[in-house]
C-alpha cells in the first residue's frame, strides 16, 4: 500500500507525540474510551507505507473521498444491540463513498463457547445489514478470529480473512509469522 489513507475512526496515526502533555481524560477520549485502540494504531502505521491521515471529520472525508482510500481499523465492533457497535451510520457513509476501503481486525466479543450461528442471529437488523452491505462493498475483511469469520458467515458475509488481532504486528517484525 502506498499513497495518502485515511484511518477511521480514530484522530491520530498511532504515533503520539508529546502524549505525556494529555490530561488523562482527554488522552482516553482521544482513544475512544479503550487504551488498547493504541495496539491497534501503531502497527498500522508501520504495515502501511505512505501518508496516513488521521480521521477529523465524516465531512472532510467526504470532500476527498474518491482520492484518498480508507483504512478502516475496526476492534471489537460487532456487537449485537446497534448501541454497543462499531457499525455506525458514519462509517458506512464513509465506505459508501470511498474510492477504496480496507478493514483490519473487526472482531465480534462474546463469551467463551457462546454459539456464532446465535450470537449473529442476535444482532440488531440494522447491524445485520451494514456488516453485508460491507461486505459487499470491500475486497477482503480482515477479522481477529474465527468466531467472527463464523458470525460474519451466518450473516452471508465470506470475503473474510482471519488475521488476528492487528496488535500483534506492533513488533514491527515482518516475519512475525513464523
Known amino acids: 500500500m502506498g499513497g495518502d ?7 491520530f496515526t498511532g504515533d503520539l507525540k508529546r502524549v505525556h502533555e494529555l490530561k ?3 488522552f482516553i477520549r482521544m482513544l475512544l474510551g479503550n487504551i488498547g485502540n493504541l495496539a491497534f494504531q501503531y502497527p498500522l502505521r508501520h504495515i502501511i507505507s505512505g501518508n496516513i491521515h488521521p480521521w477529523s471529520s465524516i465531512d472532510s472525508y467526504l470532500k476527498v473521498c474518491q482520492e484518498v482510500p480508507l483504512v478502516i481499523t475496526a476492534a471489537n465492533w460487532i456487537a ?6 462499531g457499525i455506525s451510520d458514519e462509517l458506512m457513509r464513509a465506505v459508501r463513498g470511498a474510492c477504496s476501503t480496507a478493514v483490519f481486525g473487526l472482531g465480534a466479543q462474546a463469551p467463551l463457547g457462546t454459539d ?3 450470537f449473529a442471529a442476535g444482532i ?3 447491524v445485520q445489514d451494514s456488516l453485508r452491505e460491507l461486505g ?3 475486497k477482503e475483511i480482515g477479522v481477529r478470529d474465527i468466531f ?3 458470525v460474519l458467515d451466518k450473516l452471508g458475509v465470506s470475503n ?7 496488535s500483534i504486528f506492533s513488533t514491527c517484525d515482518r516475519n512475525v509469522e513464523r
Do not use: N
Not at 449485537?80 to 457497535?85: M, T
Not at 473474510?160 to 492487528?166: D, N
Open 116 to 118: 456464532p450461528r446465535k
Open 148 to 150: 467472527t469469520m463464523d
Open 124 to 126: 440488531e437488523p440494522d
Open 80 to 85: 449485537q444491540k446497534k448501541s454497543s457497535s
Open 160 to 166: 473474510v480473512s482471519v488475521l488476528g488481532c492487528v
Open 24 to 26: 488523562g481524560a482527554d
Open 136 to 138: 459487499d462493498m470491500v
Open 5 to 11: 489513507f485515511q484511518i477511521y475512526p480514530f484522530k
